[in-house]
């Protein structure tokens, strides 16, 4: 069997560290409650994981490290991120501070194509550290970014990346923007003799990328860049296993997104993205967002905005059938009541969520009776 | 002329309030000193966006709407994300509260194709609020999950998603699944006249995404489930755009990543998704990571793990040439030093960039010839 190895930290100020420990276990492998996943033998045998160890670092924060099972061959990239840090993520005090992939990691990521040696070779093996610099801002033209270009080159730089806010805008195309910045550090190299690199920023859609990358290639760039974060980490992956044959640069922008507030993330971004419903976590659940911050996010799915259609709020994270009442209430009418686990906990799944369907349409029917908003 | 409207909330002590939302504006636009973009009209005029309102909510806190330069038309989704959070979420203490996208928007971004009537219709516009279930646990091979999906049908609950550690594990695998919870809803709702809607978790490569979604629409799924935060936002939208007739169902997993540590982040996993390169903001530059977290990224990239080969690190972000001893001393060879808009503040570009690559080669040899770890 094989394991992710995690380590987070978390805020423990009181209470059993080992038992929050446990709890994030289950958070990131089976998600249900323990009695449930211990049903099934194979579940219970491969796919429970273990607490590896727990420290308390000081009053506050308890590290500890979780065994996740987590067989490369049969997963994606995605994937690993998912069992990583994908539902922890969403608890405000975790944080994810080590990873350490299984052995079989390499089957789905095989990390730098080039590295040190190929980004080194690129500019000729100088026994120094290499350089770097940027064209910008953005909304200058054609013209003056290779004129930036070269006043870069001449000054001996080995390498010029453009600014992660150049994209395929008119003002610069990307096409005519890489045959010109290429044009001048070719031509700056053959004069010279040194070696310097231009980086072309790839963005927008997976195909507009997947072009992009084709052309760059094509017309012979060194190097490309790439923000990870903007546009997902799996396809920061999947490019450089299909589309490149150059190294790529990564850049940071997004990587701290981080503070995005959930009703902003999970109501706006995620609605105006496309989504039709939006699963959140729920107050009261296990995680620790608060009645109004899902308020927030389910009137933010909701309410009139522009010309978008309303997406559904879907509560979850923890919830129980027996809340129904409370959630109808809560949330109304145009709400899609979640509960995972605590269905599956019962000794009879189909009873159980009958009782929870019935409670739910009862509770809609009080509700509607006793309130002209809802 | 169009702006995104994004409201940021930021710590301010003490200082100027004004000064800082200046400062926030100029990191999301030009990315230059304002020195460097007001040279030239056409981005003095048209892409330096403006604060338009800061307002300090408590001793600590300041708020701030900054109108960030955008026009939809010539313009990608990720870019989208890139001008409203790019960098900014790279400051520790900015977190994005608000946003208001242009009024073009549509063209790019044209939010929820079904929404909440789209869904309702689905399961026969009950006027009540809807329910959902979940497959899990993950290890449960199609059998057992199909026998939980039946148990959540006969409850009469209205939709039964996969949980989203499902994948296309060979314990049950996509296609199989599909088919088997599918023929459980299809029984029940044929049998009962209650519509019972099954969502699998789309998960994995773009091309697996793609491939998934088309099987499970041919064999009639009314809705899918993907999570946006996983596989890149963008994503979503490409994927509702060219691949999906139906309903997505977003899960917010990773959504919070939010407390990835930079070393880990930026160090261990652009590694290992494949960067040959990675750029991070430097300790004293425009962003707060301490030498210790830059110290920490950069060792990450570079130390020998398993048989990943190493990567380069690229410290950035506010830094200046006249930092290059400095740091040749602190990152030492295998770094690449990126230098944005203090070469491009310079009076003559190509002279200052002389004075910095010329700086880091003699620092080099400095370094080379005093420290044997160099």
Redo the contacts between chains.
């Keep these: 069997m094989e394991f992710i190895d995690a380590t987070y930290e978390f805020k423990c100020p009181e209470g059993d560290a080992l038992a929050r420990a446990e709890a994030l276990l289950l958070e990131q492998?089976?998600?249900?409650p323990r009695s449930?996943?211990l049903r099934?033998p194979?579940?219970r045998e491969?796919?429970m994981g273990e607490v590896r160890r727990v420290d308390r670092l000081d009053e506050q924060t308890v590290r500890a490290v979780l065994a996740l099972p987590f067989t490369a061959e049969?997963?994606?990239?995605?994937?690993f991120?998912?069992?990583l840090?994908?539902?922890s993520?969403?608890?405000?005090d975790?944080?994810?501070?080590?990873?350490e992939?299984p052995?079989s990691?390499?089957a789905i990521?095989?990390?730098?194509?080039?590295?040190?040696?190929?980004?080194r070779r690129l500019v000729g093996d100088p026994?120094?550290?290499?350089?770097?610099?940027?064209l910008?801002?953005?909304?200058?033209?054609v013209d003056?970014l290779a004129a930036?270009c070269?006043?870069?080159a001449?000054?001996?730089?080995?390498?010029i990346?453009d600014?992660?806010?150049l994209?395929?805008?008119?003002?610069a195309p990307f096409r005519e923007r890489v045959r010109a910045c290429l044009a001048v550090v070719d031509d700056v190299s053959a004069r010279t003799g040194r070696a310097v690199v231009y980086i072309p920023n790839l963005?927008?859609?997976?195909?507009?990328i997947r072009s992009q990358a084709e052309f760059a290639q094509q017309c012979g760039v060194g190097?490309v860049m790439f923000?990870?974060?903007?546009?997902?980490?799996?396809?920061?992956?999947?490019?450089?296993?299909r589309e490149l044959d150059v190294?790529?640069?990564?850049?940071?922008?997004?990587?701290?997104?981080?503070?995005?507030?959930?009703p902003?993330?999970?109501g706006?971004?995620?609605?105006?993205?496309?989504?039709?419903?939006?699963?959140?976590?729920n107050y009261g659940g296990r995680f620790g967002y608060s009645e109004q911050t899902c308020a927030a996010i389910a009137g933010n799915l909701?309410a009139p905005w522009?010309?978008?259609?309303?997406?559904?709020p879907?509560p979850?994270g923890g919830m129980s059938a027996d809340r129904a009442d409370e959630l109808?209430q809560f949330?109304?009418?145009?709400?899609?009541?979640?509960?995972?686990?605590s269905?599956?906990a019962s000794e009879?799944?189909?009873?159980?969520?009958?009782q929870?369907?019935?409670r739910?349409?009862k509770a809609?029917?009080l509700a509607?009776s006793t309130s002209l908003k809802f």
């Design positions: 492998t089976v998600e249900t449930v996943a099934y194979y579940v491969h796919r049969s997963n994606s990239p995605a994937q991120l998912n069992v840090y994908g539902n993520s969403l608890h405000p975790v944080s994810l501070v080590d990873v992939p052995p990691i390499r990521l095989a990390g730098p194509s080039f590295g040190i040696a190929g980004l026994d120094r550290p290499l350089t770097c610099g940027a910008k801002p953005n909304g200058l033209d003056e930036i070269r006043e870069l001449e000054g001996a730089i080995d390498f990346k600014d992660h806010y994209t395929d805008d008119p003002r963005s927008g859609s997976p195909d507009e190097a923000t990870p974060m903007l546009h997902g980490l799996p396809q920061l992956r999947a490019l450089c296993e190294p790529v640069f990564a850049h940071p922008s997004f990587g701290g997104s981080v503070s995005i507030r959930p902003v993330l999970l706006k971004l995620f609605r105006l993205f496309g989504a039709d419903a939006s699963i959140f976590p909701r522009r010309d978008l259609a309303p997406a559904f879907v979850a109808v949330f109304g009418r145009d709400t899609i009541l979640l509960v995972g686990g269905l599956l009879s799944v189909r009873e159980r969520t009958k929870f369907t019935e739910v349409r809609a029917e509607a």
